[in-house]
């Protein structure tokens, strides 16, 4: 970040050591957190990811608060987990759901005229439901919150739609129809009501879903580690998730499509009203033989149809008890008497339909109708749920045609490869100390072989080098003479190099027993970690300190790097120990900053393939001078200790003051011995470090940016026709080799370093959102602090430190703008990997320019301007990020 602030309240510096003092601390030697995973390469392995949020990088607090709590872990929670995966609760459920699916429209088809039998058993089932809801979402952490919760609330909920005494129909009650025009107005939210318990309904298909892992070609999607078979196990995955995802989209679909129903022209049968207000018109002119007739004649009419008129009477309407619509019958009329119909009611109550008028009522048999529709519906369901095992199927057969048949027949090539690697190396390693492991090929899986094969192929070259040497020992001067002219080399020499060096190096290799440690210890997950949504601020301090110890550790292969043994890993602890207790509390310039960095140093080394033109120690170099670079910061700029004349600015000739200091001090720790992370190194190794570290560090002033934005600049402009993929070549870790011959110019390197750190110094704009705006507002308070100092000793008070004038979103526009934007663009232009910093950097500036407006509420014309700015920055980081253009800054 740009030119920090503190706030102490005097010019007296804490925190500040005589010349040569230094902290003594040893750290403590269990500084790793225990952990029951297996260990996490950051660099070059993945782990299990982590609950998180698909919006954005951080994990969902709800899900991490319930899989981290107590009761999670606890006995009665394994119980429960245990419980709910049995095959008896599962063939309990799906029970349940067969009756939950079938039961309604099965009593609808046998023309049960009872609401006991089916209420106590929908009951049972709603119960059921709820139960395994509740049991489900207090165990089940990637259950909660889920779109299977959501539907498994919506299933249960329409569990009352089918029972009587709560919002389900009656099965002995007959509705009443009439043709007022209330009843007309209200045929549309009676069809919005329909829809929405059909949609209801299908979200009891989301646990047919629970059926499906039953299905042989399911299984393999388990949780279960086989020691053999990754290739069905993969295929098992696999298309356990494509199924699912299926039978998802099938069940949206289900729900939504009758919404679309409503909005459709209500279609009501109009002739039944016509007939009983024809009759009912008749009757009440007393004309007693014509009403006969009519209903004769109506009885004709609907002889054609599923549903006919059986009851008619003369009477006025009512309603019930409940306050639904009926018709009392009066006994008396006797021209009804008359009318003897053909054909009786239906055998349930709710089968019939009573349409009528204010005076005369008649009664249709709709049970047909009713059962017709019932049935239907038994019919998608069962059609729902065979599409869902279908498609299961046919994906099934897709993938292991795709992926897994040849995956197979590549994993049965390595098993061949490494039965030839075993016997050899059973014949090379005969009569030595390394005995084989006795690997048994046919009950370890592939990957667990390729592992093995690797191990063995590196004994086999270290014996054979061995070999090599003993087979020179033999030789007459004359034939190494000969030897080495034709290797343009003294061979005996070089190769007694090779074996003292190989005997140095076995011992600490040997040592190199790293602790197993998870980053969840560390207060972050795997996939936080990974991402620029990492945000140190709110971990503790010793999370802050086993974070740092971790990034630098564990950025190159356990037992590769310049961290592989035991003793080292506690060197290393004790190092970062005390330059934690170096950093002064202040509110930007402190540990969790330092930790901040370091974390997007190894981050970008990692995202622009550093290795390829990085040497192990110049990333180690970077890693150490990352988390040491504001040692001793006092939240105050360097500006600021020139104006005041402090002892720092007076030392350093006003020259990057606080830079020169933090390299001071963090070579007062290393000469600590039990903190000598450089301990490792030959003495020009030594040099060559102290070099690097010091230059990085001192890069990190921000007086040096705009000098380190142009070298960006001038090295793509002067290497245009490579960078613009002009030239084509081959590749190495995605890098072209033109490109990494540029990386690897003494010059070029040494900016590419300075680059790095300073990158990460000042990405906090770069980050995601929640994590920018943090950071912005801990750097802010720190300007303002320093603002206060000034105004108190009365000197000028420097840009962006007086509280009661900055507008915070305004500063962070102009920041972003004309510092970070031509910054990061020309990183994007080198290393186009880096695309992502350029997004998040335009989202962020969008996301201070909407609150900038609604806390300013600026005229139009202002407004345009600063969408202009915004736009003006987007484009050029669209543009560095294709490569395209010619690299240019933003503004002044």
């Known amino acids: 970040m740009p030119a920090p602030v503190s706030d102490p309240p005097s010019m007296v510096l804490p925190g500040q050591p005589a010349a040569g003092a230094v902290r003594e601390s040893i750290g403590s030697n269990n500084a790793w957190p225990g952990g029951d995973g297996a260990p996490l390469r950051v660099s070059h392995s993945l782990s299990k990811p982590a609950l998180a949020n698909p919006k954005g990088g951080k994990k969902f607090a709800p899900r991490s608060m319930l899989a981290h709590s107590s009761w999670y872990h606890s006995r009665a929670a394994n119980a429960l987990r245990t419980f709910l995966a049995g095959k008896m609760f599962a063939m309990v459920m799906v029970l349940a759901l067969l009756l939950a699916l079938f039961m309604p429209d099965t009593w609808v088809l046998v023309g049960v005229n009872s609401n006991s039998v089916i209420d106590v058993v929908l009951t049972v089932v709603m119960l059921l439901f709820t139960f395994e809801l509740v049991l489900l979402s207090v165990v089940d952490a990637t259950y909660f919150l889920s779109f299977f919760q959501m539907m498994d609330i919506v299933g249960t909920i329409s569990m009352i739609f089918d029972i009587s005494y709560m919002s389900g129909s009656d099965a002995t009650y007959s509705p009443v129809a009439s043709g007022d025009a209330e009843a007309q107005k209200n045929l549309m939210l009676l069809r919005a009501s329909r829809a929405a318990k059909i949609g209801a309904r299908a979200g009891r298909l989301s646990r047919v879903l629970r059926i499906l892992r039953f299905l042989p070609f399911l299984r393999g999607g388990g949780e279960e580690k086989s020691s053999t078979g990754i290739a069905s196990l993969i295929s098992g995955r696999l298309a ?202 046919d009950s370890s899986n592939e990957m667990k072989l390729l592992e093995k094969v690797v191990q063995k192929l590196a004994i086999v070259a270290d014996l054979q080098s061995a070999n090599k040497l003993h087979a020179t020992e033999d030789m007459q001067d004359e034939d190494l003479g000969i030897l080495s002219m034709m290797q343009g080399k003294n061979v005996v020499d070089e190769q007694k190099a090779v074996a003292q060096a190989r005997k140095s190096c076995a011992v600490p290799r040997k040592k190199a027993l790293v602790p197993t440690v998870r980053l969840e210890d560390f207060g972050v997950s795997q996939e936080v970690y990974q991402s620029w949504g990492f945000n140190a601020l709110p971990l503790t301090k010793t999370q802050r300190t086993s974070l740092a110890v971790f990034t630098i550790s564990r950025f190159h292969e356990a037992g590769d790097g310049f961290v592989s043994s035991q003793d080292e890993q506690q060197r290393l602890q004790r190092f970062v120990g005390a330059v934690e207790r170096e950093y002064l509390p202040v509110p930007f310039h402190n540990f969790a900053h330092a930790v901040d960095v370091t974390h997007g140093t190894a981050r970008l080394m990692n995202i622009i393939s550093s290795e390829s033109f990085l040497t192990d120690l110049e990333q180690y170099v970077l890693l150490i001078a990352a988390v040491a670079h504001d040692l001793g910061h006092p939240g105050v700029n360097n500006g600021f200790l020139s104006e005041v004349g402090h002892e720092l600015a007076l030392q350093y000739n006003d020259r990057s003051p606080l830079e020169n200091m933090h390299c001071a001090k963090l070579y007062t720790i290393v000469a600590n011995p039990l903190m000598n992370v450089f301990s490792k190194l030959s003495k020009e190794q030594y040099k060559e470090a102290r070099k690097n570290c010091i230059e990085v560090i001192l890069h990190t002033d921000m007086m040096g940016h705009g000098a380190m934005v142009k070298d960006l600049q001038m090295t793509y402009q002067m290497n245009q026709e490579v960078f613009s993929n002009k030239i084509e070549g081959p ?63 009365g000197i000028p ?49 969008a996301q201070w320019a909407d609150m900038w407006e609604k806390e300013v509420n600026p005229t139009d014309e202002e407004k345009g301007k600063v969408h202009g700015r915004v736009n003006k920055v987007r484009e050029n980081l669209q543009d560095a990020s294709t490569r395209g253009g010619t690299q240019t800054g933003q503004r002044g």
């Not at 992926?403 to 994993?411: K, Q």
């Not at 990460?760 to 980050?767: I, Y």
Request: net charge negative.
């Open 731 to 793: 590749m190495i870790n995605g890098n072209n080799i033109a490109e990494l011959e540029i990386f690897t110019q003494a010059e070029t390197k040494l900016l590419v370093m300075e680059c790095i750190l300073h990158s990460a110094d000042v990405s906090n704009p770069c980050r995601i959102w929640d994590t920018s705006y943090a950071w912005a507002m801990v750097c802010l308070e720190e300007f303002f602090a320093q603002g206060d100092q000034e105004k108190m000793l």
């Open 240 to 441: 356990n998730l494509l199924a699912t995802r299926v039978a998802c989209l099938t069940i949206v679909l289900v729900m939504v499509i009758p919404l679309f129903d409503i909005w459709t022209f209500p279609q009501y049968d109009y002739s039944l009203q016509t007939w009983v207000d024809r009759v009912s018109h008749v009757s009440s002119e007393g004309r007693t033989d014509d009403a006969v007739k009519e209903m004769r004649l109506m009885e004709t009419f609907y002889a054609r149809y599923y549903y006919f008129p059986w009851m008619a009477c003369i009477g006025s309407p009512s309603k019930t008890v409940h306050g639904s619509d009926s018709f009392d019958c009066d006994a008396s009329s006797t021209w009804i008497i008359a009318w003897q119909p053909e054909r009786h009611g239906p055998p349930r109550g709710a089968s019939s339909l009573r349409v009528h008028t204010d005076t005369f009522m008649v009664a249709f048999n709709m049970h047909k109708t009713i059962t017709l529709k019932s049935g239907l519906a038994m019919a998608t369901i069962i059609f729902i749920v065979f599409i869902m095992i279908f498609s299961s199927l046919a994906l099934s057969s897709v993938v292991t045609e795709l992926a897994v048949r040849p995956l197979e027949r590549m994993l049965g090539t390595v098993r061949q490869i490494a039965l030839t690697v075993f016997k050899f190396s059973a014949e090379v390693m005969e009569g030595t100390e390394e005995g084989d492991d006795g690997a048994d090929i």
């Open 797 to 845: 008070v420097q840009f962006l430190n007086d509280r009661d004038k900055l507008n915070k979103p305004n500063s962070q526009i102009g920041f972003i703008e004309f510092m970070i934007a031509p910054f990061y663009a020309a990183q994007i232009r080198l290393w186009p990997s880096l695309h992502e910093l350029g997004d998040n950097l335009t989202s962020n500036l």
